[in-house]
């Protein structure tokens, strides 16, 4: 054999050896290495499925559950990564129907009137389950005693479909005429009644109401379901049956965590409380009124539902709401005519999403 040939081999052999280390270096290395066998895709970790919610106002302790949940990581334990989308112009039903937000908070009326119109809308947790919404006057207004006395009185309203049938509602319920000024004011409606510009508002007395006493401006109220006006969900939680049926295991999970949060605010309202101002340091001014509120929706049973566990839709009180609202002929499609053919309204709820048990 010459030197060459000789010298040619060695080179092929030491060739093949190299080889043959790498493959097994590789080898050695696959299990703790996102490799696969040769040709296939590289296999990356799944990411958090993500979910925008759309508040419906500035945060306040209706949202509490959500914020719990997002601090202490509830959301993150179900594989999850919630963006809150702020209050504006476009309602979070409509965001919700058009796919820019998987969840938004609403109220039964919110719900009744886009359903009508035609969004595609679900209520699929009650976070509230005790009216919040009730008809508030200033508490050192000698004027008014009873409903009756707001005949002829000014209402600072919201401009919200129906607002004039609630109020003419109570008012009548209470023997009076159901006879009544209104201007529209939205946010600016509760200091119109502080400074006695207007008489009387619908208040949310577990946050419009605590920020009036907290402030020295106390207020009183009638309950309208005391009046022959249909109790309601005053806050609560949609979805669209579009994206639910397409995401039913995110929409469980998304669900379950944030029971977790509304149960231990309900368990904990000072906590949450902390919580909540924590994650709002440039919103919520006042903690003594975000104390004050979530002690009251903990201690008063704003949380509790009388179908089952925290959350849970009783379906008979929407339908009798919902009634009312197409009786009365306030629902409307979307070209403003009233509805002439009552909808199906159990798709308009649904407890499906819940926690088992």
């Known amino acids: ?142 004027s008014i005693t009873t409903p009756k006395d707001l005949d002829g009185k000014t209402y600072a309203g919201f401009g919200t479909p129906s607002e004039e049938s609630e109020v003419a509602t109570v008012i009548k319920g209470d023997g009076g005429k159901g006879d009544f000024k209104k201007v529209v004011l939205d946010a600016a409606a509760y200091e119109a009644v502080y400074s006695g510009r207007a008489d009387f508002t619908i208040s949310a007395s577990t946050w419009e109401g605590v920020e009036a006493e907290v402030n020295g401006k106390p207020m009183k109220y009638f309950d309208p379901a005391d009046y022959g006006y249909p109790d309601n969900y005053s806050n609560t939680i949609i979805a669209s049956n579009a994206w639910l049926t397409a995401n039913p295991d995110v929409a469980k999970r998304f669900i379950a965590a944030t029971q977790q949060g509304y149960q231990y605010a309900a368990d904990n309202p000072a906590e949450a409380a902390q919580l909540l101002l924590d994650a709002n340091p440039q919103t919520l001014k006042n903690p003594e009124v975000v104390k004050k509120s979530a002690d009251l929706l903990a201690k008063d049973g704003y949380y509790a539902s009388e179908a089952g566990a925290l959350g849970t839709i009783d379906g008979a009180r929407v339908s009798a709401f919902y009634d009312f609202l197409y009786d009365n002929k306030l629902l409307t499609d979307a070209d403003g005519k009233a509805l002439t053919t009552k909808p199906d309204w159990s798709q308009a709820w649904t407890n499906d999403y819940l926690p088992a048990g």
Not at 18 to 35: D, E, I, K, M, P
Not at 52 to 65: C, E, F, R, S, Y
Request: charge should be neutral; hydrophobic fraction near 45%; glycine fraction near 8%.
């Open 1 to 142: 054999m010459t030197r060459s040939l000789a010298s040619t081999r060695r080179r092929i052999a030491l060739a093949v050896l190299a080889v043959v280390v790498l493959v097994v270096v590789a080898a050695c290395g696959g299990s703790s290495s996102s490799t696969t066998t040769a040709g296939d895709p590289m296999i990356l970790p799944a990411q958090p499925a993500e979910v925008k919610v759309a508040l419906d106002w500035t945060p306040n302790t209706n949202h509490i559950g959500i914020y719990v949940a997002q601090e202490l990581g509830y959301y993150k334990d179900q594989d999850l990564s919630v963006k809150l989308l702020p209050y504006a112009s476009t309602s979070p039903e409509r965001l919700v129907s058009s796919g820019e937000a998987q969840f938004g908070f609403s109220y039964s009326n919110g719900i009744a009137f886009a359903r009508a119109a035609g969004l595609d809308v679900v209520q699929v947790f009650a976070n509230i389950g005790k009216q919040q919404y009730l008809l508030a006057y200033r508490a050192d207004d000698p």
